[in-house]
């Protein structure tokens, strides 16, 4: 054999392995996930229904997959303080960045928005659904939508709606609501949501869309008068509550959402993985009934659903800030 065709084949041989090694490290990390703690970055506080939602996955991944997850908490500037944590981290599934309905209106809001939720992030799943209900302080003579519409224009910018902070879901669904009626209303945010809840009772506010578990006692004692929910169809938790389609105001279907992304960059293995690990979780019966406490229905499904989801959150919601010509405080 002649001297120099050793030479010739070894630098092919060795391509071929090089380009097998590269290939390997997906599927091993893939097979191994999770090899350390899973961190899932939530953008509001604590207590409030993302943060719960995301607690209640925590613990149930820790005990049904044997996982060690925990729940760090990053509010702020409409959800991007959180994203951009978790873009800080290397794109290895073990920072989660959990998204709600306020994020999709971060883009319009923001006039530097820090990162591009459909590009810089992948789709893990959607955790839950839910809706709000409209409610109004017992003074406010309205029993139903349309009185409470025919209040407002009665008395343009005079009525004010309440929320737990600028481009939280009441905020966005009363600005919603405005276009929709073409009543006039001025938005009161809060940093404090039970302050927000505070001085509705006390009549500072007269209505606010809201989640369902924070006012489920107020609204059955008599301190807060429901009006409609915003979902489809009526909530179990509150049955006699007439939904906002049944009041004769369709477009004012607004459903609440939360759900987990990823750094883009992530394996397939990985966030295929996480999908069916969450999807699994949220099958459970303990799950449902903790979800249900909240006033949330779980979702899940596969990411590009909840990725079909956000691309249209973010038209939606994009649209309705920019109709409204509400900006952000700086």
């Known amino acids: 054999m002649p001297a120099g065709r050793p030479f010739r084949i070894v630098p092919q041989l060795g391509l071929f392995l090089l380009m097998s090694l590269a290939a390997m490290p997906s599927e091993v990390v893939g097979q191994s996930y999770p090899a350390r703690p899973i961190r899932i970055v939530v953008p509001t506080a604590t207590s409030t229904p993302p943060d719960i939602i995301s607690r209640v996955i925590a613990s149930e991944l820790t005990e049904s997959e044997g996982w060690t997850v925990f729940v760090e908490n990053r509010p702020g500037a409409v959800m991007t303080i959180a994203g951009l944590d978790v873009l800080k ?56 939508v349309a009185e409470l519409v025919t209040l407002i224009k009665s008395q343009p910018d005079k009525l004010t709606f309440s929320s737990g902070g600028f481009g939280t879901p009441a905020h966005l669904i009363g600005e919603m609501f405005k276009l929709e009626t073409g009543g006039r209303a001025t ?55 007439p939904t906002i389609i049944e009041q004769g105001f369709p477009n004012l279907v607004v459903e609440d959402w939360v759900g987990f992304t990823v750094k883009s960059g992530t394996s397939n293995e990985i966030v295929v993985r996480l999908n069916e690990a969450i999807n699994k979780a949220l099958a459970k019966p303990k799950v449902r009934d903790v979800l249900a406490k909240v006033g949330a229905e779980p979702a899940g499904g596969t990411p590009a659903d909840f990725g079909k989801l956000l691309n249209t959150q973010i038209a939606h919601w994009g649209k309705v800030v920019k109709e409204s010509g509400i900006k952000m405080r700086q």
């Open 89 to 144: 981290q290397p794109a290895d599934g073990y920072s989660i960045y959990a998204v709600a309905l306020p994020i999709s209106a971060a883009p319009a809001f923001l006039p530097h928005m820090p990162f591009a939720l459909e590009k810089d992030f992948t789709p893990v799943v959607r955790i839950s659904s839910s809706y709000n209900v409209l409610v109004v302080n017992p003074s406010v003579p309205a029993k139903s």
């Open 187 to 241: 938005h009161v945010p809060y940093q404090q949501f039970p302050q927000a809840i505070a001085d509705l009772l006390n009549g500072t506010n007269q209505y606010m869309f809201i989640t369902t578990l924070p006012v489920v006692d107020l609204i059955a004692t008599g301190k807060l008068r429901a009006l409609a929910v915003t979902g489809p169809k009526r909530l179990a938790t509150m049955s006699n509550v």
